[in-house]
């Protein structure tokens, strides 16, 4: 169920297991439902050309089974991330799973944003969130991630059995993406 757009000179797609061999990790996980996907895969071109890499949830013919391996599987994932994105449009309600990733990347302290028209409602739980709405929005967005990733927070240094592992406390965590959020607002 998934596909990676990374930063180097074009797009090049990888698979999990190709990507924890290599300890590949990613900048943004890119959130929607597969009806969406083309419009995931342009958030991607954007993120990628403001020099982040990026996950995008595409079919994967490698991941079968029941619901247990594929939540797992997404949880390895976005365990190997730094951000969330959930592109919210008219469909989105109509997923399982775009509320599992948001939920997931919140207790793994990602930085959850979400990428909606202004028009849009919003849950109550997004709407604490930075919210973009246009392509300048995700551009400065990038600006700020790349900010932060380059601030030596401890999100990407600890690593567990090939999963990323939170290595600050829960409040400074809040607190960056409080200011995160106050750029958008």
Not at 39 to 61: C, T
Not at 70 to 90: G, M, N, Q, W
């Amino acid at each position: 169920m998934a596909r990676l757009f990374m930063k180097t000179a074009g797009e090049r797609e990888t698979s999990l297991r190709e990507a924890v061999r290599d300890g590949v990790e990613w900048d943004v996980f890119v959130s929607h439902k597969s009806d969406d996907t083309r419009q995931a895969l342009d958030l991607a071109r954007v993120i990628q050309r403001e020099g982040l890499s990026s996950w995008v949830n595409v079919l994967d013919p490698n991941v079968t089974g029941d619901g247990r391996e594929l939540d797992d599987y997404i949880e390895r994932v976005l365990s190997r991330t730094f951000s969330l994105l959930a592109l919210v449009t008219d469909v989105t309600h109509e997923s399982w799973w775009v509320p599992f990733e948001i939920g997931l990347a919140f207790e793994l302290r990602r930085y959850l944003s979400s990428f909606a028209d202004r028009n849009m409602h919003l849950p109550s739980f997004l709407q604490k969130h930075p919210r973009l709405a246009t392509h300048q929005d995700l551009r400065h967005w990038c600006a700020r991630l790349n900010q932060l990733k380059k601030s030596d927070r401890p999100e990407r240094v600890l690593l567990l059995e090939g999963r990323s592992v939170m290595a600050e406390d829960r409040e400074a965590y809040l607190r960056a993406m409080r200011q995160l959020t106050a750029d958008f607002r």
